[in-house]
């Protein structure tokens, strides 16, 4: 599977771009999935529900079924958090796989820049970062792009990937 990643610190525009991003890209037709890491607790169930029950007694993994999705739910129990490689393995084929976050994994990435929060730029010590999504001007060795042009960002994705 073709896999590529949107990056930045927090409050850099991440999610916004990820959302457009899939929204244009299979808007072209192409499937997408996406990987988005979480440095915090996460909880998609909701006390009460029965499948939620389920985990509390112990279940290693919840398999929720209805006519609109399909939720697998594991708890890791003390063990380590899966690798990038391991999550990837589990998805269903698709054209492309959009990652956000993961920053330390080796996947080609986009980083999403934001002058406002006062971080620096990571692409400036990573080069598996691409290119840049900024809404400022960025002096950089490699494709800076206006944050909110994701036409012109999926462009380069798709390109980066061979689709």
Request: proline share 6%; glycine share 10%; aromatic share 4%.
């Amino acid at each position: 599977m073709r896999v590529y990643g949107v990056t930045g610190w927090k409050n850099a525009g991440k999610t916004g771009l990820m959302e457009r991003l899939v929204a244009e890209i299979t808007g072209r037709g192409f499937t997408v999935s996406t990987v988005k890491h979480a440095h915090h607790s996460v909880d998609v169930d909701q006390p009460g529900t029965d499948s939620h029950r389920h985990r509390v007694a112990g279940a290693s993994e919840v398999l929720l079924a209805s006519g609109q999705r399909v939720a697998l739910m594991q708890e890791l129990r003390g063990a380590p958090e899966p690798t990038l490689d391991a999550l990837l393995a589990r998805l269903s084929p698709v054209d492309l796989v959009l990652i956000e976050g993961f920053k330390r994994e080796g996947h080609p990435k986009v980083e999403a820049y934001r002058a406002e929060p006062g971080n620096p730029l990571i692409a400036t010590r990573d080069d598996t970062i691409r290119a840049v999504a900024s809404d400022t001007p960025v002096e950089l060795d490699r494709p800076v792009f206006d944050l909110n042009d994701t036409i012109a960002i999926a462009d380069f994705i798709l390109g980066e990937v061979g689709l």
